[in-house]
């Protein structure tokens, strides 16, 4: 059968991926010791499990699979079979994720899979049977089956070391002890769940598989793991890089670097990934089709694949997009963070800045003046674990809606992580970034009013299936300078910190430049000449940005600077009403690039209907020897992103989920569980920026469409969505889109309030 992904040249020459290498150029010296000083960097920060633990890891997998081994033939047992049957009954346990890639650090969950014979069913058997067995047994503590969950899984502790728990029902009445999953026929007549299921193993070793040093891998994929979790880019949930997503990012730059260590891999990382054009998509080889008519990731004949920003593909049949929560905010920010490291990278190289530089943690609460504040409770520990769940998968929601509602001039900076309040019980809370979009012109005045994106935000939530009494959800809007106490380290609140982030920054910088004590002590005049260049620069980045085509995303990270002295740049009415000035700035960030957006070589024929690791498959790329300059990799890398994804970049209409909570709008429930149907106000933005020029207000129809059914007029051609890069659709000058008729707020928000 072959390696997937392992292509060859005319010459018989072999490489993994859909591409040829970038370079061939083996480590110097000067690699090696860098790479060692790497890997003692992460050995002192405490990324490596302690031997004891990795002993008591492999004990619970052990015992794992003696438990479900017992499991299946009590099942069957009860279920009527012959002893013989019984004897042979049998299931297995797999793992996947950062365990099964040997880059899972101390106190990591273990992420495992049962596969189990076609008569061991999901709800009665593993959801029903095992879960008693467990339940019963001393080892086994915080026990929290999910089975409503998209992907099903079991939760719990196994001597104190976390397992999620998940189930594989294959059709096949014995379950061999050499079972290889790897192989497309395990997913005949397999559910969707089952399939879902097996995915995540699947593509585990199958990316091991398609790099062609696995502990180079290792330890590229244990820095870059470190350096998102430290700039705060870490969360799939909340639509960031998640543990597979980077595995597939560095798998792609090992395939493109095969014979480097793993600081030049650390270095090729951002540089690639900064000048990548999303939504170009990064693969590990060749979308296969498949013999089962399973669906794969198309964007010509699957709309919803149009909308991906971000596409980062699984290598495993079926080939699915592994980041499709990712905003056009979370986007924004990778971009920037890309950057970044790219800089930092360089400064590396020449010996001005160090690894302590490039894991700087990102100083989320300092880094804006405006935010909001999501906070959740319930009646019990149970509840709140179940409550925090559903609310952690919809919070992207809300990043959503916030985008949309004001067409991308208010962008937004979910944090990955949560908060709990000791002196509040059973208590967690969420904080989210708020910043006008950069470059944008305002009025005095002007004001975002996303009241009631908020509330069909909590509308959407409490609809929760399996919502109890006690569970409640309250968002409000905070500024800086009232972050409250118990997010910060032993509570205690940092002295003066946006002076102190100006402070850092700086400091970043001057390592990063390697600017000399010299360079920096000349202030006043020096450093507002190249303020007027840089905002120079960043003027003809825009103009040139504004001619690419539209069917892509322009998302060159913006230029931010602190202003401390800027008057209040929100006013609060009710909870969430916010009034911006120009003053409203991210003070952490990254300068803007210099450089246009590489314009796309090469499109699809109209009618091919290759897949597109086929087409891909087809490239011949040079690869550079060890004298390749920065020019000729930024070449090579343009040449990898020539392809058919031009095509196939649709308008982003909105999406699915937003649609889905359309029906949320006419609804509010009582504090009785009942549903209310209620009339709202409207309440119109004042301005939305369509290529750079202000839109009367008069011609704007609302973004918050709560009626009780008095639609006068809808003209479909006319509800265009914004595109992807944020900037709104034409609207029409000559009537309003919508015409409705309301009544007064009444009891909208009773819930909420």
């Known amino acids: 059968m072959g390696i997937p992904g392992l292509s060859n040249q005319n010459n018989g020459k072999q490489w993994l991926g859909i591409t040829e290498p970038i370079s061939l150029a083996g480590p110097t010296e000067e690699d090696v010791v860098k790479s060692q000083e790497l890997e003692k960097y992460l050995q002192g920060a405490g990324l490596y499990e302690s031997q004891h633990e990795a002993v008591g890891r492999e004990e619970v997998l052990g015992r794992l699979d003696q438990i479900v081994k017992i499991w299946v033939k009590t099942i069957s047992r009860a279920k009527g079979f012959n002893e013989q049957l019984v004897h042979e009954a049998n299931a297995k346990i797999f793992t996947f994720g950062s365990y099964r890639l040997g880059v899972h650090g101390p106190g990591a969950d273990i992420d495992t899979l049962c596969v189990g014979p076609r008569h061991a069913t999901r709800e009665e058997d593993f959801f029903g049977e095992l879960r008693k067995m467990l339940s019963e047994m001393e080892e086994v503590t915080e026990l929290h089956p999910v089975p409503d969950a998209h992907v099903p899984v079991m939760k719990f502790k196994f001597n104190g070391i976390s397992v999620d728990l ?154 699915m997009n592994s980041t499709y929560n990712v905003t056009l905010s979370t986007l924004r920010i990778m971009s920037e963070e890309f950057k970044r490291g790219s800089e930092i990278c360089e400064a590396m190289e020449a010996s001005k800045a160090d690894w302590d530089t490039l894991f700087e943690p990102y100083p989320f609460f300092e880094a804006y003046k405006n935010y909001l504040q999501i906070d959740i409770t319930a009646e019990n520990a149970d509840d709140l674990r179940q409550w925090k769940g559903w609310v952690e998968s919809r919070l992207r929601q809300l990043t959503l809606k916030i985008e949309r509602y004001t067409y991308g001039m208010l962008q937004c900076h979910p944090y990955p992580g949560e908060f709990s309040d000791k002196s ?22 002007e004001q975002f009013d996303i009241r009631l994106t908020v509330e069909e935000f909590k509308h959407s939530v409490n609809a929760y299936t399996l919502w109890k009494p006690g569970m409640d959800i309250h968002v409000s809007h905070v500024k800086r300078r009232n972050i409250p106490n118990f997010i910060f380290p ?22 990063v430049s390697g600017h000399s004590q010299a360079e920096k002590s000349q202030g006043g005049k020096a450093a507002t000449n190249e303020a007027r260049k840089r905002k120079r620069s960043e003027e003809n980045v825009e103009n ?74 087809n490239q011949q790329l040079t690869a550079p020897d060890a004298s390749n300059t920065k020019e000729e990799e930024r070449l090579a890398i343009e040449q990898i992103m020539s392809g058919p994804y031009e095509v196939h970049q649709a308008l982003a209409e909105e999406s699915d989920e937003l649609e889905d909570d359309m029906g949320y709008r006419n609804q509010v429930k009582d504090n009785g569980g009942s549903v209310k149907s209620n009339n709202f106000d409207i309440s119109i933005p004042k301005f939305v920026v369509a290529e750079e020029q202000v839109i009367p207000k008069e011609t704007i129809c609302s973004t918050h469409l709560f009626s009780n059914g008095g639609l006068d007029e809808l003209e479909p051609a006319e509800l265009t969505a914004p595109l992807l890069c944020g900037i709104p659709a034409p609207v029409p000058q000559r009537k309003p889109l919508i015409r409705l008729n309301f009544t007064s707020l009444g009891k909208a928000l009773d819930k909420s309030s």
């Open 490 to 511: 032993g509570g205690v609140r940092p002295l003066l910190p946006s002076k102190a982030t100006g402070e850092n920054r700086q400091s970043s910088k001057s390592r």
């Open 166 to 319: 998940l189930y594989a029902r294959l059709a096949l009445w014995v379950i061999p002890e050499d079972l290889d999953i790897s192989q497309e026929s395990i997913l005949q007549n397999a559910d969707e769940q089952t399939v879902l299921s097996l995915n995540g193993c699947r593509v585990t070793d199958q990316v091991l598989r398609l790099v062609p040093n696995i502990q180079n891998f290792r330890t590229t994929l244990r820095c870059m793991r470190f350096w998102a979790k430290r700039r705060g880019v870490y969360s799939n949930v909340a639509g960031f890089l998640g543990g597979i997503n980077l595995a597939l990012l560095v798998g792609r730059i090992c395939q493109l670097y095969p014979n480097a260590l793993p600081n030049m891999l650390v270095s090729r990382f951002f540089r690639v990934y900064t000048q990548w054009r999303w939504p170009n998509p990064v693969m590990l080889c060749a979308i296969e089709e498949g013999s089962l008519g399973l669906s794969v990731w198309d964007p010509r004949r699957n709309p919803k694949d149009r909308y991906h920003l971000m596409p980062i593909i699984t290598p495993a049949y079926p080939c």
């Open 424 to 445: 509040r019980t059973f208590h967690q809370c969420y904080f989210m970034g708020l910043q006008r979009k950069q470059g944008v012109p305002v009025n005095e005045g």
């Open 544 to 617: 040139n940005n504004s001619k690419i085509s539209k069917s892509f995303v322009s998302l060159s990270p913006p230029n931010k600077e602190v202003h401390e002295d800027i008057t209040p740049i929100i006013s609060v009415t009710s909870s969430c009403s916010m009034k911006f000035d120009d003053s409203e700035v991210n003070s952490i960030s990254a300068q803007k690039s210099e450089k246009p957006c590489l314009k796309l070589v090469g499109e699809i024929p109209s009618g091919d209907s290759q897949a597109y690791g086929s087409v891909m498959g």
